[in-house]
């Protein structure tokens, strides 16, 4: 078993040395047993749990969810359901913040769009903004 010191873990995982303590701290990761200088002693497991928990973050899984999956991926032999729920719900969030964003992309193409380019007295942007009546987005 090959020992990395929490530098090259970080380095090689792209997860900050305080994040990868956080980590340990909420239990995402086990505290990994230490030199007799103190410090910490990583193994390729940890790394690569390291790579799945930065995966699953930058694709927005919230702790909780990433604590469970986990979970299932160390028990291997278990039915996908869980994990299946958990994707789907994520992208279910996705959907919607795609739905949300491109009604404001409209909203504000329309501010814009209105603009007379004259003076801030005939500024739609300014009478939108002032008026939330006139916004079309819901929020």
Do not use: W
Request: one cysteine or more; aromatic letters at 4%.
């Amino acid at each position: 078993m090959r020992v990395l010191p929490i530098g090259e873990v970080a380095r090689r995982s792209g997860v900050k040395v305080p994040t990868i303590r956080y980590y340990e701290g909420i239990g995402l990761l086990p505290v990994p047993p230490r030199s007799d200088g103190n410090r910490r002693q990583y193994d390729e497991a940890d790394l690569r749990r390291l790579t799945f928990i930065r995966h699953a973050r930058e694709l927005g899984f919230e702790i909780e969810a990433i604590r469970t999956l986990l979970t299932l991926q160390d028990d291997r032999d278990q039915s996908c359901a869980a994990a299946d729920a958990i994707a789907g719900a994520r992208l279910a969030e996705v959907e919607q913040r795609i739905a949300s964003l491109t009604a404001l992309k409209a909203e504000l193409q329309r501010m814009v769009e209105g603009c007379a380019h004259g003076r801030v007295a005939e500024c739609r942007v300014i009478e939108i903004l002032a008026d939330h009546g006139q916004c079309r987005h819901h929020h």
